[in-house]
């Protein structure tokens, strides 16, 4: 009979534990509950939590990770400095993460305690708007720099202040210029020129000519052949530079067709030629752009007949493009009127398909 009794009294002294353990109550999370329990009985209370740890043990069958928020984390951390027992009890997180929590709540503690009283103004959001666009626009500016601009506009602000919104990532000052920087600062002084392809009804190959002024998108000259070369390009370059008038720089590409007389008439302009790199057709972008919508606007819409038609077809678009079309680039404005943002042309407008795309169609 002894012998069965040592045989049986671990397993008895498992399953005391595992009562022991199943009916212990827990620490509530609501103070009102806290204080209604002062009331009731023991046995009330035992069942009561054994209740609420069956439903723990239900809810962790389907909930891996329950969600807390930081008003529960804080309850946690308060409650479990009133008991011995709060390791035994503790069941959502582990005590490593209680203690975690306790520590970013004394960081939290500590840095609002120690914050300065005295609210300093901030500065509007206008003049952070301001410094961030004088850092964009002028990339060799330090913050020291853009603090004595604001301040001859009567802005005060700190050269700390001025740091704290400038762009993380700026331009080195050593760095070489782009030449996307360099079209824009001489965007005044310079004219584009390039060529497109268009086939008529008898598949017949013309070249278009184009030569555009970069800063105000205005077509200066257009110009239809079937096989242009470089004296055909000079003679068309001497039209669109009537009586001397014409650009300081001339941007194209390394055409074969910009030969030798086409480089003897800018010579004699005074004009300098600015050839693109090798394969990089961005660098002349805005010509390249215009080609394009010249191309989904105008001509993929309209049957071409012969030269003489194409050349109409081209002066008409021209007209439209430079007296009636608002361009992104230069901010909805309009070539002829660039001037004159808030003035629009008042007049009819040419057709227009009903996608609103432009079209044009001219009897042979």
Not at 35 to 46: K, Y
Not at 56 to 77: E, G, M, S, Y
Request: hydrophobic share 35%.
């Amino acid at each position: 009979m002894i012998d069965h009794f040592f045989l049986w009294k671990p397993f008895i002294i498992w399953l005391q534990h595992r009562i022991k353990h199943w009916a212990k109550p827990t620490t509530l999370l609501l103070i009102k509950g806290t204080l209604s329990d002062l009331t009731r009985s023991l046995a009330d209370l035992v069942v009561e939590n054994a209740l609420l740890r069956q439903q723990l043990i239900i809810l962790n069958r389907q909930v891996k990770r329950p969600q807390i928020t930081n008003r529960d984390r804080f309850r946690l951390i308060l409650l479990a400095h009133c008991t011995r027992f709060w390791k035994q009890a503790l069941h959502i997180v582990q005590p490593d993460t209680l203690l975690r929590w306790h520590r970013e709540l004394f960081r939290f503690y500590w840095r609002r305690k120690s914050k300065s009283k005295r609210n300093k103004p901030k500065i509007p959001p206008e003049t952070i708007e301001l410094i961030r666009k004088m850092a964009k626009e002028n990339h060799l500016w330090g913050a020291e720099r853009i603090r004595g601009k604001l301040i001859k506009l009567g802005i005060k602000v700190c050269k700390r202040t001025i740091q704290k919104y400038l762009p993380k990532v700026r331009e080195s000052p050593s760095s070489s210029q782009t030449w996307a920087t360099f079209v824009k600062n001489h965007a005044r002084d310079i004219w584009a020129c390039d060529f497109t392809v268009a086939y008529d009804w008898l598949f017949r190959l013309w070249h278009i000519f184009v030569v555009m002024e970069l800063k105000t998108r205005r077509i200066v000259h257009v110009a239809v052949n079937n096989s242009p070369t470089d004296e055909w390009n000079a003679q068309q370059l001497h039209e669109a530079t009537p009586w001397g008038k014409g650009p300081k720089y001339l941007l194209h590409d390394r055409d074969s067709k910009y030969g030798s007389h086409y480089s003897a008439v800018t010579t004699g302009s005074c004009i300098k030629e600015l050839r693109t790199p090798y394969r990089a057709p961005r660098a002349n972008s805005i010509c390249e752009r215009f080609l394009g919508s010249l191309r989904r606007e105008c001509l993929d819409h309209t049957l071409i007949l012969h030269s003489s038609h194409l050349t109409r077809v081209m002066k008409e678009y021209s007209t439209h493009f430079n007296q009636e079309r608002p361009h992104q680039g230069i901010g909805q404005r309009i070539p002829n009127f660039y001037d004159q943002p808030k003035k629009t042309q008042k007049g009819k407008l040419l057709p227009r398909l009903s996608s609103g795309v432009y079209t044009t169609v001219i009897p042979a």
